[in-house]
Structure formats: structure tokens, C-alpha cells
């Protein structure tokens, strides 16, 4: 069954030390971050576009476009690639005034949280995290195409006679949905003209690394103290399921749940089942001082 897609709201943009976040604000209550995965073209509404009207009957919910994505500004980053968005990110939280939140997240959105949780650990109510990569390690050794699939996925996106809407399709087929056909055509279009913004064209373009460096979080995981989820595809194309449960190990309240008939992109594939899934988890009521919110 294919998703209905919404026509994306009106976001604005948010200073954050400096730095130009584009946010879009839903519903009120308990403030929920989204962050989007680093496929090309993803964007905040995008990726949770079919799920945030649903969090946002009782959530007040900000999806962000991270940087280099989106609306948001395309800076060049330099450093640790994961500590610098990390920091960015709670810069952003300052801005809009959030002191603590839950985050549900998407593969690199979610490495992110992850980074937010063990560096900025008074932020972090709870984590969701679906299809990240925070260690280069794991079940399978060496990783599928040493855990650099979806950067040459990027590569050829971008390489040869450039983007087009068929290799966004087939993209999004290859790695990130379960059933080529419930892919929408709208979501197709969307990350393909995103895709072709000329800034994230440059950036595609450079031989450098302007995106950062990769790290390993192997001794963040190791610090991070609140309740975290790992909702994770059964078909996901870059790291099986043995792989979040070694992560879940990895932390003091890790937990994981795995969702049948799904790949990389749980809540775009099945956005009720994933909404259902989350929303319990984030309103579980059995951690007193670990997650309980008031507000």
C-alpha cells in the first residue's frame, strides 16, 4: 500500500550559534525532535512526513532539516563529523527553547542522538534510533561493504550523468524501503529535486570531506544514561538486525524492537505500526527518574 503523502508545511528558519537550522513546528505537549536520515535529497519532512501529524496530537514536534540538508544551511564541516552536529544540535535547542526532549531518529539523524545523549546527556529524555551506524563494527565481519554502503550509494547517485528521478527511485528501492511499489512517486520527486539544490550539488561535487570525519562512538555508547529504542527493520539493507541488538547491549537502558516486512525506512513504510511502536515507548511510565517529563 503506498503512504498518502502531505504537501510539506511552512517551516522557518532558526539561528543556532550561527548556524541556519530550517525547523517545522507541530502540535503541543512534550517537545519531540525528529532528525532525518543522510540519504541524498532526505530532509525532516521527507523522512517523517507520513508519522509527524500523528505525534503531533499530543506532542509539540520539531522537524529539523539537518545541516548541509534541506533548507537548512550548507556549511562546510570540519572535525569529528557526529561531535559537531551533536553540539549544533543542542546550540538549536537553545534557540528554541527546548531544555530536555525526546528524539526519534533515522540512520544518520540517529547517530546524532546518539552523540547528544553521551555528550549532552541533561537533553535527552529518551532516543529512538533507526538504521544507524555509530561503530564500525559488529556481528557481520567485516561489515557489508565495510559499512560504507550508503556512501558509495551517494556516489553513484551523484556520479555519471548525475541525479535523476529514476536512480532516486531505484535508490530508495535498493536500500530504504521493503516494497518497491509502496514507494510514493511524491517522496521520489521531493528527495530528487532536493537533491539537485545547487549547494548540495557542490557539496556532492567536492574531493574533499565536507562533511566531516568519521568516528567511531564506541565509548560514547558506553555513557549514555537515558532509555533508548532501536526500531529496526527486519529487511534492512545495511546492517541485519544482530547488529542494533549488539548495540543495545552496548547501553544501560538499550531496548530493541524489530518490525516484519520492513527495511531502512520503518516509519515512512509502515507509519502506523511505527507510530503505534514508538509512541509506547516513549510514554512508558515505569523509569521514575530516568525519563519522566513534567511540563
Not at 553540539?87 to 535547542?93: A, E, H, K, Q
Not at 549532552?120 to 534510533?129: A, G, N
Not at 555508547?221 to 529487511?235: D, E, H, S, T, Y
Amino acid at each position: 500500500m503506498v503512504v498518502e503523502i502531505k504537501p510539506e508545511p511552512e517551516g522557518r528558519l532558526v539561528d543556532a550559534a550561527g548556524l541556519s537550522y530550517n525547523v517545522i513546528e507541530m502540535g503541543e505537549g512534550r517537545p519531540t525532535i525528529f532528525l532525518h536520515g543522510g540519504g541524498p535529497g532526505c530532509t525532516a519532512w521527507t523522512d517523517f512526513g507520513p508519522v509527524a501529524p500523528m505525534f503531533a496530537e499530543d506532542r509539540k514536534c520539531y522537524l529539523v532539516d539537518l545541516l548541509q540538508y534541506g533548507k537548512s544551511e550548507k556549511c562546510l564541516i570540519t572535525g569529528p563529523m557526529f561531535d559537531f552536529h551533536a553540539r549544533t544540535v543542542n546550540d538549536l535547542m537553545d534557540s528554541l527553547g527546548i531544555e530536555r526532549a525526546d528524539i526519534v531518529s533515522n540512520s544518520w539523524g540517529g547517530t546524532i542522538a546518539l552523540n547528544l545523549a553521551a555528550n549532552f546527556p541533561e537533553r535527552c529524555r529518551s532516543l529512538v534510533i533507526t538504521g544507524s551506524m555509530p561503530v564500525f563494527y559488529g556481528p557481520l565481519a567485516p561489515l557489508p561493504e565495510d559499512g560504507r554502503r550508503g556512501r558509495k550509494a551517494r556516489n553513484v547517485y551523484f556520479g555519471g550523468e548525475g541525479p535523476t528521478w529514476e536512480k532516486m527511485k531505484d535508490l530508495m528501492d535498493e536500500l530504504e524501503f521493503y516494497d518497491r511499489d509502496a514507494i510514493p512517486d511524491a517522496t521520489v520527486t521531493a528527495r530528487y529535486e532536493n537533491s539537485i539544490n545547487p549547494e548540495e550539488m557542490e557539496l556532492a561535487a567536492r574531493s574533499d570531506s565536507p562533511r566531516g570525519e568519521w568516528q567511531d562512538m564506541t565509548e560514547e555508547l558506553g555513557r549514555i544514561k537515558c532509555p533508548v529504542l532501536f526500531a529496526w527493520g527486519m529487511n534492512d539493507a545495511f546492517l541485519t538486525p544482530d547488529y542494533p541488538l549488539m548495540l543495545a547491549r552496548m547501553i544501560e537502558h538499550g531496548q530493541l524492537y524489530i518490525m516484519d516486512k520492513a527495511a531502512h525506512h520503518l516509519q515512512e513504510e509502515r507509519p502506523q505500526h511505527y507510530y503505534s511502536m514508538v509512541n509506547g515507548f516513549l510514554n512508558q511510565s515505569d523509569r521514575e527518574g530516568i525519563n519522566t517529563w513534567t511540563g
